[in-house]
Structure formats: C-alpha cells, structure tokens
C-alpha cells in the first residue's frame, strides 16, 4: 500500500511493513515462517481453513495442527522436521535461537564453508569437551542421519546434542513403545484436531488399530455437531458399513452446514459406498449423486457411480457418466479402464481394445487394464493374446496369483 502511494521506505533506518522481514518478527512467529515448509507430518487443517491461508507473519496453529508420533526411547525423525528437531536440543530451550540464527535464507548451505557454522556454534560455545576436535561442530553434535520416512536418503539431523554410544541408539528403537501423535506446533489443540489427527495417520500412512481407538476416544470428547463426517470416516475405515449406516440415520441435517462442500461430498461418498455394499442400491446412488453435486470436478467419486451402474447392469447410465469424465479429464487412466470394461460387457470389442490400449499409454504398469485386455482376448478366443497380456503383468508382478493361475489354465 505505501509503495502504491509513492512511499518509498529506508530499510537500513526503518521496518517496510509492505514486506514481512522474519528477522523482524517475533521469536515464535520466525518459527511458523520456516516450519510451514520444513515440519511435515500428518497435517489437520483447522474449521473453515485453506493450506494456502497462512501468511508470514500469522500464527501457523491458528489455521493448522502438525502432528508426529512419538515412540518412549526412540530418536528416530522423518525428512522435514528440522523445526521439530531443534526444539528437543538444549541448545534451543537454553536460549532464544531461531532457525535464522545459524541459517541466512538468501544462501545455500552448500555454498558455506563449515567454519561458518563452527563460528554460530562458537557465539555462545567457547569450549569442547573433545579437545581434538575443535572444527566441524556440526558432524559430531548434528551428524547426517537416515530418516525414517524416506529411505536411502542421508540428512542434517536438527537435534543439536552430545553423542550418545550407538549401541544405546539401537536398543531404544528395539523397545519402542507408542506414546500417541503429538501436535509439534501447538500445544493445545482440540479432541476434534487429535481425532482427525489419528484418523488421517490411519488412512494415508500405517493403518494399525490403535489410531481408530484414539480417534473414538477423542471423538467420543468432540462436539456432536463438529464430528459427523469424521464419525463417517472411522466406521468407513472399520468397515463396519451397518455401523456406518446406523450413525447416518441418526444425524439431523441441520448440521451439514457447517461443513464445506469437499468434506461433506467426501462423507456422502463413503456413505453411499456403505449402502451399495449392502444392497440398498437405490439409496446409494441418491447419494452419490450428492456426493457427486457437491464436487463436480472430482472424479473418484463419479467412477465409484460408473461402478454401481455397471454392477446394476445400467450401462446407459454408465456411459453417459464415462463420456462426462471424459470431457472433465482425458487423462485418467481409470476413466479409459472402465469404458473398456463397459464395451467388454457390450461386446463393443473394436471400442474396448482402444480404450484399454490408451489406458496402457498412459501407465504401462497398469495391471488391471492388462486384465481387462486378457478378458477382451478370452472373449474373442485369442487365446495366444490372451497368455502374452498374461506375460506382461507377471513381467510387471511375478508373483501375481490370479496371472499365474489363469496362466495355468490357458496352457
């Protein structure tokens, strides 16, 4: 605004507000400006907030909770938690020390010589317990380090410390007991954010029974009113579809409005998923329809409708869904999987043989599409086709049963 106005500030006398300098900021909000970046985990996005919300200059918790499991012993990280990391150092908790006080974000690490960091770590440490290395701070007190997360991949680990025998290393990682998910950046957060917290570390990363317990516990402690599409969730995730169908019945649509349309289109998918599997057909596809009205542009949801019509033999309907998809994204290669499979079904074989082939084109790993074409060349009795589809997915999968047994059966 200033510069718009012709206001033109001396940044060596003054603060220019037009531009959020993290050195100017306060010591907890120069943390938020790096941590957005450079502390990952699983991430719970507050009511009624984007990833894109957050500005430098802005508390990070108040749009974001960042969560990490915690082990009793175990010193293991993933790749991006520098921020997290840090915090555990005496060095940190002794002092008021940023990321910005060993870090100058305008240059590379790799372009500083390591006497540049030995020099920080020499501001506030005059002397070493070794003797006979005063040099290199860093490879003794932050060593490069495997990360969990990412495999064959070596990094700074930010937990500044003395060296501990690495056999004491070894033995706390062999007794690990699971302490829960902790919020790295917020120290207060609600059940509701724990719950989504364990329920989204169960669906993307390690699906173990003891987050879906956390995630009732701390539902069970969450406002009725707040929780109704993650109810949807941990029972879609049990696959207790009665269960599911049961907690659906007792919900008053009132309180669907405080919800966005993503997360609501999301629920009604699962729940109409939940009918489909138990028969209720009609019911399902009302809601997928709904699911469907409320986010137009995703697909997954319009495929898993292709689906129920295809069960249902309504191969007209699918149809008309497969063409729109079509139009909303010639790339999927799901989309071109299933109208293979529909014009299998239609004995439309010219049709299918395409559409599966343009599937391939765009994965060529793509096992179901050769399964699709093993089916086509069973049903036109090219059988010698039929076995060298079979050839390709055990080139991609050796030790895939079904390819084997069909194998088999074909010679």
Known sequence: MQKSQGIIVDTSKHIDYSIVNPSKLPYDLQFDVCQRCHLQGTAVLHANKDFEDFKPGMYLNDFIDIYLPKYKGDNGFIMASHVERLKESNCFKNS????????????????????????????????????????????????????????????????????????????????RDFLGLFSINNNNPTSLSKAMAYLKRYESFESRSIYLDSALFYLESSGFDNS???????????????????????????????????????????????????????EAIRLFDKSITLSPLIIDYQLKLVALYVNIKSYDDAKKL??????????????????????????????????????????????????????????????FLARKNLDFILRIDPNNVKAKLMLKQLN
């Open 96 to 175: 008021e020390m940023t990321c910005i006080s060993c870090h100058n974000p305008h240059k590379s690490v790799k372009s500083l010589s390591a006497n540049y960091f030995d020099k920080k770590c020499m501001d506030c440490h005059k002397t070493c317990d070794d003797d006979k290395n005063l040099s290199d701070c860093a490879s003794c007190h932050m060593p490069n380090s495997s990360s969990l997360d990412i495999p064959h991949v070596s990094i700074t680990d930010h937990k500044i410390s003395i060296p501990k025998d690495e056999n004491d290393f070894e033995d706390s990682i062999s007794k």
């Open 228 to 282: 109704f599409p993650y109810y949807i969730q941990y029972y879609y995730l049990q696959e207790d579809y009665f269960g599911l169908i049961n907690f659906y019945l007792t919900v008053d649509s009132s309180t669907y409005d405080s919800f966005s349309n993503d997360i609501l289109s999301l629920a009604f998918s699962r729940i109409a998923d939940a009918y489909s599997r138990n028969g209720m057909v009609e």
């Open 322 to 383: 497969l063409d729109n998809l079509l139009s909303l994204n010639s790339f999927r290669k799901e989309v071109y999987l299933n109208m293979g499979y529909l014009n299998i079904l239609q004995e439309d074989y010219t049709n299918a043989e395409t559409n599966l082939d343009i599937a391939i084109n765009l994965d060529p790993d793509y096992i179901m599409a050769y399964e699709n074409l093993v089916l086509l060349n069973i049903k036109k009795n090219n059988l």
